[in-house]
């Protein structure tokens, strides 16, 4: 069963579409993880978190990558070990949450962002997934230039920053936009 969560945690995490996390009641230990392991988390006023493992005398292993990597280190020290219940707005503040929004506008607030999503070019968002991962917590230095210049470069010539390009500038939406 660990197995099969830690790769369903890295599955959602490594899907080259976006992934949104919509957050309305209790979002605890896998809950927490699976918010953690998308792109985007929102939640509502009402959402509460929590890494409870301790609790049972177990840890948050298999989410454990996923929400360090959301709150970091040092607050993943004090939530892993106090199973502490984070609230919403709390949990926007620590990073877990991109923000906590009124619970009766949560769907509008998801739907706001799922709007902005469709506006980009699917495969430039999946390089853009794809860039995060190799450039975080990497120092600045030759390679990554070189990396990130690469990576530009490569998909400049695409057909799809073609259209993207060419719709700004005849100033309408690109091809992969929905009307």
Request: glycine share 8%; with cysteine.
């Amino acid at each position: 069963d660990a197995r099969k969560l830690a790769g369903m945690l890295r599955t959602l995490a490594e899907m080259t579409k976006p992934t949104i996390a919509r957050v309305h009641g209790a979002a605890l230990g896998g809950g927490m993880g699976l918010a953690s392991a998308c792109d985007i988390c929102i939640a509502g006023d009402g959402a509460v978190f929590a890494t409870s493992e301790v609790r049972f005398g177990i840890i948050p292993s298999a989410i454990s990558p996923y929400v360090i990597r959301a709150i970091g280190a040092r607050q993943a020290h004090r939530y892993f070990q106090t199973a502490e219940r984070i609230s919403a707005s709390r949990a926007a503040e620590l990073g877990l949450a991109h923000e906590a929004t009124a619970a009766d506008g949560l769907d509008a607030r998801v739907q706001d962002i799922v709007t902005a999503l469709l506006q980009g070019g699917p495969k430039s968002q999946a390089a853009a997934k794809d860039l995060i991962r190799a450039v975080a917590d990497r120092p600045v230095g030759d390679d990554l230039v070189e990396d990130t210049a690469r990576r530009i470069a490569s998909l400049r010539a695409t057909p799809e920053a073609k259209e993207g390009l060419a719709a700004f500038l005849d100033k309408r939406p690109a091809a992969w936009v929905p009307v």
